[in-house]
């Protein structure tokens, strides 16, 4: 019933950027707090960023600054830019839908992003 299909990991050099896509169906990216949440070997889930249906931003403190999320309507997609990449940016990126930001919501399969010289 509930799909989220990501797509966009990869290796990036330190510095590079990297772009990740989440496209689900229009009832569930309608509905919901999109956002992405990222998790390292040995370490807790953490949150990355995360849009409100109508358009506002929660970031990390760690990502200010060098990554930006966004929402297609059209598409029924998130996005999140990757700039500036730190290697410490390594990590399991997934993407995550909810009513409210109180749920855990619906997850993807998570994309592996790479940062390394």
């Known amino acids: 019933q509930v799909q989220l299909a990501e797509s966009g990991g990869g290796l990036v050099q330190p510095g590079g950027s990297l772009r990740l896509s989440c496209a689900t169906s229009?009832?569930?990216?309608?509905?919901?707090?999109m956002g992405w949440h990222r998790q390292a070997p040995g370490k807790q889930r953490e949150l990355v960023a995360r849009?409100?249906?109508?358009?506002?931003?929660t970031y990390a403190d760690s990502v200010k600054g060098r990554f930006t999320i966004s929402r297609d309507n059209v598409k029924n997609t998130v996005y999140l830019q990757m700039n500036s990449a730190k290697p410490e940016d390594t990590a399991v990126y997934y993407c995550?839908?909810?009513?409210?930001?109180?749920?855990?919501?619906?997850w993807g399969q998570g994309t592996q992003v790479t940062v390394s010289s």
């Open positions: 229009g009832s569930i990216f309608s509905s919901n707090y």
């Open positions: 849009i409100s249906v109508g358009g506002t931003t």
């Open positions: 995550n839908a909810r009513a409210t930001v109180f749920a855990s919501g619906y």
